[in-house]
């Protein structure tokens, strides 16, 4: 479903953590990134984001973390 948001998305990754001990709990990641901010402002609107939260979000997923990052800093910053 996440093919059918027509933004477009770099490196979309689902998968299992390699050491779930360092996970406090959490099982499965999403993983996105965006070329742009306003590509990813257009992901979360998208009425098929929304139906995709609503469908698979809270209540049936007890805990959810979602957090967004800056990976804009050059290289020879990091």
């Not at 050491?19 to 099982?27: F, L, M, V």
């Amino acid at each position: 479903m996440i093919a059918a948001i027509p933004v477009p998305k770099q490196d979309v990754r689902v998968g299992a953590p390699i050491n779930a001990a360092t996970t406090r709990g959490y099982d499965i990641i999403l993983s996105m990134k965006f070329e742009k901010i306003e590509d990813f402002q257009a992901y979360l609107a998208h009425p098929k984001h929304l139906e995709l939260l609503k469908r698979y979000g809270p209540p049936l997923l007890r805990d959810m973390i979602s957090y967004q990052v800056d990976g804009t800093a050059p290289r020879s910053m990091l």
